[in-house]
């Protein structure tokens, strides 16, 4: 009870300490001073627009008696019409604020005064003089003069109506501000500041809520925010506390298990101190040792478990490693007999500096018994292990010699199939070059026999220009069928050589990728033709690389004779071939496709396998795909995939660096 009485004190002092020096006295002290500065400075500029505007009127009247009044009275004074003088003088008077009036005449070079009105001081507020001027010659001086009095005696009197208007209106919207902010925010802040003092651990199901106000609003405020984010503070705080006692009946349920488990453990745990003194250690090592417990305490680890020549090379791997992991160490126990144990150290620190070691000793007397009844087994079997070793070398010499014959007969084959697509090459030229051969021969006989009819012409002195002209049209027609057929004839045999040339060799040089696949297909027109096959190359006509342009003829060359052989053999449908040669980053891509037949299903997935072919029999040697295969992955360090489906052609991707190194 005195506790809680303290409390309430103590909360109550707190309340009134806040009430003295509270929000809404600070908030209206603040609006009170900011309103009576800005009234302040309201009032003063309003004063000073007031002053500036009555001064303005003066000067303006002032200049109203130069242009109404100067004249009537200079021919006044001409005229020596005293009464119309003063009477003008009283209409300058009548003028708002004038305080004195003063009229001289010009007497030669001297001023005379002639008549006054008004009050005469020693200086006046606002002052002017005029010279008065009739017919062009000055007869005398008007002096005018106002005061400022009845201006500053408003502005005194209206100053204070705005400063008691404008602090009657500042205390009220003060007071109406002040009331405003405690209904809307000092209360509530009153309400979390006393829920806060109240705070404690064993009431958090207690809910924060403000007056009036139900929690979830459809618009929150700052005031619902904070409200929110407290009790969400106070749900995170009862939930870790929560936590936190189930962490901690957790952790104990952990240490009885570990203790149970050290203790019911059959390995020997130990704990030492940094310079290996025994601190603690489970009953598995009173069995296994002999001794008792407490003989075992505060002993060194090295006197109690480790034999006397062993000693000085465990204190040195411990000195240089610190700890030890699967160390055999051998021991004597209390009755003098041998035990081996395998020890490992775990080490633990208290930031750099060692606390403490656990170790772990297992007994392994019995297994290094059983090792070395297997070794003596092993050394019997040696004997029985050589000789049939001898036996099996033998064999695998037999084995390996067969393997390079296999070798050496696939590779043959590899090169038979070779030169068999270089002689299909051959074959092709061969067709291509003998129809522009033909038609550059016949060319040839026809323009000998135009100029042995020529000759006979001018022997017999026949010639005439419609001849001439006949002649020279035949002439030219003949020249430039045999110059077409003859430069089709050198580009045939001289894309058959370079395809020849690469195909023979293993040269690496920079090449014109597209240069090369046009020689390919250039090659391989003839077939083409035959097979009535449409070829469409994409390719950039600038991409060039560094690499063997054989291999790559090759595979083109193989690519094309499968698709033909196999693809579109017996195909009635239209026949095309799409090769597709791009850059895609370091890596040059060829994507080959054709809209033939397809391959089937049961030789896809080994269709780069050597002597796998759909034409076993019919003339296909199954090398093709396997030579593609090897220039691609093996010469070339690249990747090919196949994709077929029967009936919708086959694709090859092929993707090859366009670096070598």
């Known amino acids: 009870m005195s506790g809680l009485f303290s409390k309430t004190a103590k909360t109550a002092k707190s309340v009134n300490a ?76 009548n003028l708002p604020s004038m305080q004195f009036v003063r009229l001289k005449e010009m007497m030669g070079n001297s001023e005379v005064p002639l008549l006054t009105q008004g009050t005469q001081q020693d200086s006046y507020d606002i002052s002017r003089e005029f010279d008065l001027t009739y017919q062009g010659e000055v007869v005398g001086k008007l002096f005018v003069a106002a005061s400022l009095d009845q201006v500053y005696q408003r502005l005194i009197e209206k100053s204070v109506l705005i400063m008691v208007t404008q602090t009657i209106k500042t205390l009220v919207v003060s007071l109406c501000i002040l009331i405003i902010i405690y209904y809307l925010v000092v209360r509530h802040i ?15 199901e207690v809910t924060l ?35 936190r006692h189930q962490a901690a009946e957790q952790l104990q349920q952990e240490r009885d298990f570990s203790a149970t488990l050290i203790n019911s453990a059959n390995m020997i745990i130990c704990c030492m101190a940094p310079d290996l003194t025994i601190a603690s250690i489970n009953p598995a090592a009173v069995l296994q040792t002999g001794y008792r417990q407490q003989v075992l305490l505060q002993k060194n680890w090295l006197e109690i478990f480790v034999s006397e020549p062993q000693r000085t090379e465990l204190r040195s791997i411990l000195s240089a490693e610190g700890s030890l992991s699967d160390q055999e160490v051998v021991m004597h126990d209390y009755k003098g007999e041998e035990l081996i144990l395998q020890w490992t150290f775990v080490p633990f620190y208290d930031g750099h500096q060692l606390k403490y070691q656990i170790g772990f000793g297992y007994d392994i007397t019995q297994l290094k018994k059983v090792e070395r009844e297997i070794i003596q087994l092993n050394e019997q079997l040696e004997g029985k292990v050589v000789e049939r070793t001898s036996s099996l070398s033998e064999t695998n010499a037999q084995l390996g010699k067969a393997y390079d014959d296999l070798k050496q007969a696939q590779q043959t084959l590899v090169e038979s199939e070779k030169m068999a697509s270089l002689g299909s090459l051959v074959a092709g030229v061969a067709h291509e070059i003998n129809t522009p051969i033909g038609i550059s021969v016949t060319a040839s006989s026809y323009l000998q026999e135009q100029v042995a009819d020529f000759k006979t012409h001018i022997d017999s002195k026949q010639l005439s220009r419609s001849y001439l002209n006949e002649f020279t049209v035949n002439l030219d027609e003949s020249v430039l069928l045999l110059q077409g057929n003859l430069r089709r004839a050198a580009e045939l045999i001289a894309s058959f050589k370079q395809v020849a040339v690469d195909q023979s060799s293993e040269a690496r040089y920079n090449f014109n990728l597209a240069d090369n696949l046009h020689q390919v297909v250039v090659s391989l027109g003839h077939k083409l033709k035959k097979a009535r096959c449409e070829v469409d190359i994409q390719c950039n006509p600038q991409l060039t690389m560094n690499s063997f342009p054989g291999s790559f003829t090759q595979i083109y060359s193989n690519l094309i004779l499968n698709s033909i052989h196999h693809g579109f053999d017996g195909w009635d449908k239209p026949k095309k071939i799409v090769i597709k040669v791009e850059q895609q980053g370091e890596e040059v891509v060829i994507d080959y496709r054709d809209n033939g037949r397809g391959i089937p299903p049961e030789i896809l997935p080994r269709i780069y396998d050597p002597f796998v072919t759909s034409k076993r029999g019919h003339g296909g040697s199954g090398l093709g795909t396997h030579i593609i295969y090897n220039l691609v992955v093996q010469l070339l360090r690249g990747r090919i995939n196949c994709i077929s489906e029967p009936g919708l052609g086959a694709q090859f991707h092929i993707r090859l660096p366009l670096h070598h190194n």
């Open 18 to 93: 806040v009430g003295r020096h509270g929000l809404s006295y600070r908030l209206l002290s603040y609006i009170l001073i900011c309103s009576t500065v800005l009234a302040m400075i309201i009032t003063g500029l309003q004063l000073a627009w007031d002053y500036n505007k009555d001064v303005t009127a003066i000067e303006d009247s002032i200049g109203q008696i130069e242009a109404s009044f100067l004249q009537p009275i200079a021919a006044s004074l001409w005229n020596l019409d005293e009464e119309q003088i003063k009477v003008q003088l009283e209409g300058i008077m």
């Open 190 to 204: 009153n309400r979390i500041a006393n829920y806060a003092q109240m705070f404690n651990l064993d009431r958090l």
């Open 209 to 243: 809520e403000l007056e009036g106000r139900t929690l979830p609003r459809t618009k929150p405020d700052e005031l619902d925010t904070l409200v929110a984010t407290l009790n969400q503070m106070r749900n995170r705080l009862h939930d870790e506390l929560i936590a």
